[in-house]
């Protein structure tokens, strides 16, 4: 069973930083890639950024090229999303989720279940 727990939330100002964490359970991490989504009122749910099961990266949006890194640490079952150069446009609850081994793309259906999300707010 998947399950994740998201934590790091919170208002910033334009320009501030937040790391959040996706704490992950029901299955074996080292083995599935993470991705990071957020989705902003009133629109769908979108792709961020994945981390693959051995580290490779890859990036869903352009516009969080240079201000957003994933990571991870199996042994703490955590991924992590750090968010620099906040935007309001940034705004939006963020969702981490699974799927087995690498990252194929930013369709949800592909990924194994959603937790509650945290919420992220970008504004002055």
């Known amino acids: 069973q998947f399950e994740y727990v998201e934590s790091g939330g919170g208002l910033v100002q334009p320009g501030g930083s937040l790391r959040l964490s996706c704490v992950a359970s029901g299955f074996s991490l080292d083995e599935y890639a993470i991705g990071w989504f957020r989705q902003a009122p009133g629109k769908e749910r979108e792709g961020v950024l994945c981390?693959?099961?051995?580290?490779?990266?890859?990036i869903y949006q352009d516009s969080v090229k240079g201000r957003f890194t994933i990571s991870r640490d199996n042994a703490k079952n955590t991924v992590y999303l750090q968010m620099n150069s906040l935007k309001p446009e940034d705004t939006a609850v963020y969702y981490c989720a699974a799927q087995y081994d690498y990252c194929s793309g930013y369709v949800t259906s592909d990924y194994n279940n959603w937790g509650q999300g945290t919420q992220v707010t970008v504004s002055s």
């Open positions: 981390i693959s099961s051995s580290g490779d990266i890859t």
